[in-house]
């Protein structure tokens, strides 16, 4: 029987797509970014994870009810757990809630097309383009993580399958909202905005949610790693600027 890792649940959110949600925070990643605020979800396995069927989810999820409008799979990565989401959702579509999922992109989308047709929406993280992801997201510091295959992570350093992805979800409708963390010196933050700009040009009400990186809270040995890649507030409001003037309709900053 399938069973979903769980590392925490929220029954009530109005932070994780449109309405009242119970969110749900799935154990394990495919990456490992140095600015993760959730980074005890990345290993696959931690102490304290519940294992849940699809029906105690289903439970846990109808005694939410009347109060929310869906659910969100948030994570870790949530796409991971594709077989498992694809049986709850379908379930959960007739509850006559909706089924939001929030990714990072990086997936194989021929494998998780069973998924993508029972989610309602995206919530949709651009971690950046090009090499600047290897250190960004695929570090090998901080986490032995060997269910990362490297491989798998090459393919959206070389080829921007997770801005493919993206491009395929919008075409689908499924976009709800686009997020963008904002961290210096990794990559050419204008060059990732342009592709954005590029990708979102026919869906203007589609919002860009563009955040600036900062480091309270996290774990030491990550703020080590980020030392001078905290955007000033003038940078970071000069990003935004730049995202309206290539086009970008809805631009919600969060600094
Ligand atoms: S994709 Fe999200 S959960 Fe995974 S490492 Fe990056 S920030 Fe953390």
Redesign the pocket.
Known sequence: MLTLPVHRIIPFSNVEGIGNRTSIFVQG?????L?????E??PMTAEGIRNYTVQELLDLIKGNMPFIRGITVS???ATIYHEFLTELFRDVHKLGLTCYVDT?G?FDRQKIQSLIAETDKFLY?V?GIGEGLKRL?FTDVLLNNDHRAKGFQQRFIETEEHMLNLEHLLTEGRIEELRLVHIKGLYDEKAVVRRIAESLSAYSEIPLKLIRMHVRGLPKERIQFLKGTVPKVSEFDALAKYAKSMGIAKVLTIG
């Open positions: 990643c495919n990456a490992n970014c600015y993760c605020h959730n980074s979800t990345i994570g870790g990565e990072n990086f993280d971690k997201c």
